[in-house]
């Protein structure tokens, strides 16, 4: 059975061992570019966020390749996100698709309503066994860990580069080995090989003292996925930042699995400063996080914060009107820059933002202003 | 005797009666802010970030407009979920927090968490008068006589009084309900949408009157039976709406749709509400399946009339067309 999921950045590779590991096939729709982008805005409701539109399309791309078991995360929480699989499956049914979408219900991962959908997938029996359920949901974590570590090592490593893409071609080859790595020996032994990769590229002459730090966070399809965010985090790391992420999948999931202290303590963070605005419940979104993480870097020391979301997002425009405050008030000495991004695609407007953002950073880092 | 602040936005035009009377049972004289007008919506937009919606907007105006009149208390609810399983919109429950971090020189925020699926109303009326410094007797007794009221506040809206008329009623002290003349027309209008958007004359650019001069009934969602919604309305098999504003929009639709009395929908809502942008997908769909002429308006800042004006005359004018036909054919 051929089974399609949409994009979400880099993360490909923990989905389609999740179809591979049940037994079905997975479709992969090409990573997100302008042209296949168009179908999906043709069909979206006009102010809906982006990710809608983004998944929509690939959604679309794989029906017309032939697919028809779609699959697509929900989450029941106050944000849009919910109703995502329900109005799509609305939309491509009007299109004279006789299709339903396949939900993964991820509000809760401990209420183990996943198991079903894993079972629901692949009907052959050899599969549906709890033994491989585990083994799955094992190399779906652990191929989402090798992600997020070779994420985090890009863009630690991409200001330090030599030689002009290296580093987006280390990535490139590590995202690769961890999609055909099939064992559990072969996924350990690359969580060693990839901070070596990482490590051999070759540096420039730019020192640590130098080169400021920006933590990037927000809403997680944007932040992850490249295209929607116009390769920000590339951007950044070719200005000379040391680019941290705030998301990751892997985040999200143990978050979801109950077993995140790191957001736990970001919501410590901001439920800590009630008393200035920061938010007491999860409003959907990563906005509790996102305001955490502020307070967090803040503390730490980070240079700059970069928060992206898509344009009329609930939860991260609440998050971004906190934040904004703070800094207009000096409540945290830490400047942030927001982004939202819909389908717009001129990229001009957004260098030089981020030109001038990252030209402050410099001179606040080298005691200028 | 201490003033509370009753910002005139948002939930006030769901549960003006509710608040006003439990305030005023706890011995608080209650102020509203002034109807909202240009000078409001400039004052709010110094504070508010540009992306937000309008009421948001409007919101911060007239908590500055209460500011200036020098209330004791700010009344600022976190309405989280009015029935079970639900849930408002995000920013509906990070109302207090984002208010706090964004208005400096507050006055006392009293703030009112209602979480129907964590625990009923009336504690949370209790924590308000115990914060208040009353006791929980007079505080539960209190928010019982608002009930009281707030129950013949929705009789009279369900009468077929607009929203002004049954704020004003709901406060005598009768409890008949007095009959009211009803406009005769050959037309009615459904305007569909969030209660601050419909009832606000000043977001909608006064939809509501100007449907009447166009010889047409409007008839809004309050206007409605009360019984119309059962539980939560279905999206697909496997998805039940979980926002408790959308609730009410998609039940009433559905009846309208059902029941067949209006010749036409006017979906209000406004600019970047992220509910609203699906939940206007789906009712796209729907009025096209069960044939009924649908049109949504859109409302920002945007102060020029004749944009709505036309698009509103040409809907009503389509109908009546709609209506010759049939009856020729």
Redesign the interface.
């Given at each position: 059975m051929m089974v399609a999921f949409p994009h979400m950045g880099n993360n490909w590779p923990a989905f389609k061992a999740l179809c591979e590991c049940m037994g079905a096939q997975a479709f992969l729709p090409q990573a997100n570019n302008d042209r296949q982008i168009k179908c999906g805005l043709r069909e979206s409701?006009?102010?809906?966020?982006f990710p809608f539109k983004a998944t929509l399309s690939n959604l679309l791309e794989a029906l017309e390749a032939g697919t028809r078991t779609l699959l697509m995360p929900?989450d029941?929480?106050?944000?849009?996100f919910?109703?995502y699989?329900?109005?799509q499956?609305?939309?491509l049914r009007?299109l004279g698709y006789k299709v339903?979408v396949k939900?993964l219900p991820q509000g809760d991962l401990l209420t183990f309503e996943w198991v079903t959908f894993l079972r629901s997938i692949c009907r052959d029996r050899r599969y549906s066994g709890i033994g491989n359920i585990i083994r799955t949901a094992r190399i779906f974590l652990m191929k989402a860990f090798l992600i997020k570590l070779a994420e985090e090592c890009e863009g630690m490593t991409r200001c330090y580069e030599r030689h002009h893409g290296d580093t987006t071609s280390v990535l490139k080859q590590c995202i690769a080995s961890i999609d055909s790595a099939r064992t559990f020996g072969q996924l350990r032994r690359l969580k060693v090989k990839i901070p070596g990769v990482f490590a051999n590229i070759k540096r420039n002459s730019r020192s640590r003292q130098d080169v400021p730090v920006v933590g990037m966070t927000g809403e997680i399809f944007m932040t992850l996925d490249s295209f929607a965010n116009h390769d920000l985090k590339r951007k950044l790391g070719e200005m000379g930042c040391e680019v941290r992420m705030g998301v990751s999948l892997y985040d999200w999931v143990t978050h979801k699995l109950h077993i995140n202290f790191h957001r736990k303590y970001l919501e410590y963070l901001s439920r800590k400063h009630?008393?200035?605005?920061?938010?007491?419940?999860d409003?959907?979104?990563e906005?509790l996080w996102v305001v955490g993480e502020y307070i967090d870097w803040a503390r730490r020391g980070f240079d700059g914060f970069v928060h992206v979301y898509p344009?009329?997002?609930?939860?991260e425009?609440?998050a971004?009107?906190?934040i904004?405050?703070?800094y207009e008030?000096r409540v945290f000495d830490f400047p942030p820059l927001f982004l939202?991004f819909d389908e717009h695609s001129g990229e001009t407007g957004l260098i030089t933002r981020l030109e001038a953002y990252v030209d402050l950073l410099k001179m606040r880092k080298n005691k200028k202003i | 005797m201490k003033t509370i602040g009753i910002p005139r936005s948002l939930l006030y035009y769901k549960y003006f009666p509710l608040w006003k009377t439990f305030f005023q049972e706890l011995g608080l004289r209650v102020v509203t802010s002034d109807m909202s007008d240009n000078s409001i919506l400039e004052n709010g937009n110094r504070y508010a970030i540009d992306e937000i919606c309008i009421p948001l907007k409007l919101y911060y105006g007239h908590l500055e407009n209460l500011i200036k009149k020098g209330v004791d208390y700010v009344f600022v609810p976190r309405y989280v979920s009015t029935s079970f399983g639900t849930y408002m919109c995000p920013k509906f429950l990070a109302l207090p927090d984002m208010i706090k971090g964004t208005v400096s020189e507050l006055p006392t925020l009293i703030e009112m968490t209602v979480d129907l699926r964590k625990k009923p109303e009336f504690v949370s009326a209790m924590e308000v008068g115990i914060k208040l410094g009353k006791s929980r007797i007079h505080a539960i007794r209190a928010f019982l006589q608002a009930m009281k009221t707030q129950k013949r506040f929705l009789a009279l809206m369900e009468h077929g009084y607009t929203f002004h008329e049954a704020v004003r009623c709901s406060e005598l002290s009768t409890s008949s309900i007095p009959q009211r003349k009803e406009q005769v027309a050959d037309m009615a209008i459904a305007v569909i949408g969030h209660a601050y958007n419909v009832h606000d004359s000043f977001i909608n650019m006064d939809i509501l009157k100007k449907l009447k001069e166009l010889g047409v009934k409007p008839v809004v969602l309050e206007n409605l039976p009360a019984n119309i919604s059962n539980g939560r309305s279905i999206i697909n098999d496997t998805l039940l709406n979980y926002w408790g504003n959308e609730e009410e929009i998609i039940s009433a639709m559905n009846y309208l749709f059902r029941e067949r009395k209006i010749d036409g929908i006017v979906f209000l809502c406004s600019f970047c509400c992220g509910p609203d942008s699906l939940i206007d997908e789906i009712l796209t769909r729907e009025s096209k399946k069960n044939n009924v002429p649908y049109i949504c308006i859109v409302l920002d800042e945007h102060s020029g009339q004749s944009g709505m004006v036309t698009r509103i005359e040409a809907f009503v004018d389509m109908i009546t067309r709609k209506s010759r036909f049939v009856e020729v054919t």
């Open positions: 409701p006009e102010w809906v966020c929900t029941c929480g106050p944000c849009r919910g109703f699989y329900a109005v499956e609305r939309i009007d339903s939900h009630k008393r200035i605005g920061g938010l007491t419940m409003i959907g979104g906005a344009f009329t997002c609930m939860p425009i609440t971004k009107s906190i904004m405050k703070w008030d939202g | -």
